[in-house]
């Protein structure tokens, strides 16, 4: 399985760095992303990957150093690269008119001294690490996604998702997600209808605040004599709890943050990587044993 998500890998890249190496470098921008994503399928750090006896003997050539990947990884070059093989291997291929909203935790250990990270409610309970907001599309085209420390509002986040998300049509969410400035955001945009029950339920009024157009249409749909339609539409919103896991239940998938991924810049690139290879993996439709 490994060997195929490299070779696909490798085979996006080619068509994305088009650029001849600099002469300031002794390294492509490639061949940093490459190293990288050999220590991400592997479920390695860096360092294991910049080894030149852990990759085959065929592949064994020079590598860059530990500084160097360090370095490198920041660069806004390298950084644009990878971005630019995410947008190839995970947005959404044609126009969608559904779409789900959510977050999923990604919890570690209480004495881990990572302090970008952050308390919060993760799966029943309380837990410390981050949450990884994302849109996905009903065919599990991830239209936009961030990370967040866990403590972070996932209303807060998903103002920011619809701000930047080229989407339109219908966003479910849960009614955790019922708030007038998230309904005015999408009011703003004039193609993007937000669908969520009330977060007190039907029986609460409305108060004296005036309310969102946005959150009144999403009354109307949830709550009037016939629902059924906002009703299938709320119920297809489970679809982004199977994509979620779709995202952790094969062996090379995103099951936990490892040790040696910590602060808000390595668990992003981390977590980036693990969504490019659960895309490429159904992609190859190739099989493994679950984790």
């Avoid at 600099?22 to 390695?44: G, L, P």
């Avoid at 539409?233 to 040696?260: Q, V």
Wanted: hydrophobic share 40%; proline share 5%.
């Amino acid at each position: 399985m490994e060997h195929q998500l490299w070779k696909a890998i490798i085979a996006v890249l080619a068509t994305l760095d088009k650029r001849r190496m600099s002469n300031d470098f002794d390294f492509s921008d490639a061949d940093i992303v490459k190293v990288h994503y050999w220590a991400v399928i592997h479920d390695r750090p860096v360092s294991w990957a910049r080894q030149r006896r852990n990759w085959p003997i065929y592949l064994r050539r020079k590598l860059p150093s530990s500084t160097t990947m360090s370095r490198r990884l920041r660069t806004p070059a390298v950084m644009a690269l990878l971005d630019a093989l995410e947008r190839r291997v995970v947005a959404p291929k044609e126009p969608g008119v559904f779409w789900i909203i959510d977050g999923k935790p990604l919890p570690f250990g209480g004495c881990s001294k990572d302090r970008q990270a952050g308390y919060g409610r993760a799966a029943g309970c309380k837990a410390k690490g981050y949450k990884v907001h994302a849109i996905v599309g009903s065919g599990g085209s991830i239209a936009t996604w961030r990370l967040a420390p866990m403590n972070k509002d996932e209303r807060v986040m998903a103002e920011r998702l619809l701000k930047t998300a080229a989407i339109q049509g219908y966003l479910a969410a849960d009614s955790n997600y019922d708030s007038n400035k998230l309904h005015d955001v999408c009011v703003q945009r004039g193609d993007l209808q937000l669908v969520t029950r009330r977060r007190y339920g039907p029986g609460h009024g409305t108060g004296h605040r005036v309310q969102s157009p946005g959150r009144m249409r999403s009354m109307e749909l949830t709550e009037n004599p016939n629902p059924t339609f906002a009703d299938q539409l709320l119920k297809d919103r489970g679809d982004i709890e199977r994509r979620f896991a779709h995202l952790t239940n094969w062996g090379g998938g995103l099951t936990c943050l490892p040790p040696w991924v910590r602060t808000h810049r390595r668990v992003s690139r981390w977590v980036q990587a693990k969504i490019v290879l659960t895309a490429l993996k159904r992609s190859v439709a190739a099989t493994t044993c679950v984790a």
